[in-house]
């Protein structure tokens, strides 16, 4: 074996070597947080992990999240059991209704759905921000977030948190109702390979959740 060859061999076994290493003991990957909160980890099951992100804003009082819930309802009923399913509700705030799990007692889950009230301002970058953290860890190869939204929010850290966003393999489709800010929701679904659904009317809103579940399936 000559110089050259022998020098390509050693650095090859090294890069092997440094590539199989495990952890040094005692180290941790630092958890997600979002605003400084760490987001407990979950064991979550690989395959296609839906996130459903709605506004629950003042403005979407009555028929709107009436609507709302019964296609995250239809979502919820066309998931497979086992696959990992969630809800956030934002205003100025996000809360979790639907914790992302693998789905199992699909009667709390709806019940969940239902107590959702609206009330508050929109701050839908903040929610996506706390959508990324929880469904970025999240094993397999789909990750997809429907987000609904029926007024404007600022654009602070929108052009980051997209590209994190499809840096991470998740994608997002966004569905306009009302007076939705279609810049923003194109921006968010165009950045991350999603769809946008604009000017969508109420009574067709389940039928484009369903979808969207069919084809984050289907793209396992």
Known sequence: MDAAAAIAVTLLSTLVSCRAAPPAAGAATAAPTVRGVPVPRLELPAGAAVLMVVDRSGSMQGPKLEAARAAMTAALDTMPDGAPFGVLAFDSATTEPVVLAAIG????????ITRIEAGGGTDL???????????RGAPGPIRHIVLLSDGESAYDGVEELVAAMRADGITVSAVAIGDADLRLLRMIADGTGGRLHANVSLDALPAIYVREVEVALAER
């Open 105 to 112: 007692d699909r009667t709390a889950a709806r019940a969940a």
């Open 125 to 135: 970058v903040a929610a996506m921000r706390d959508a990324h953290a929880r469904l």
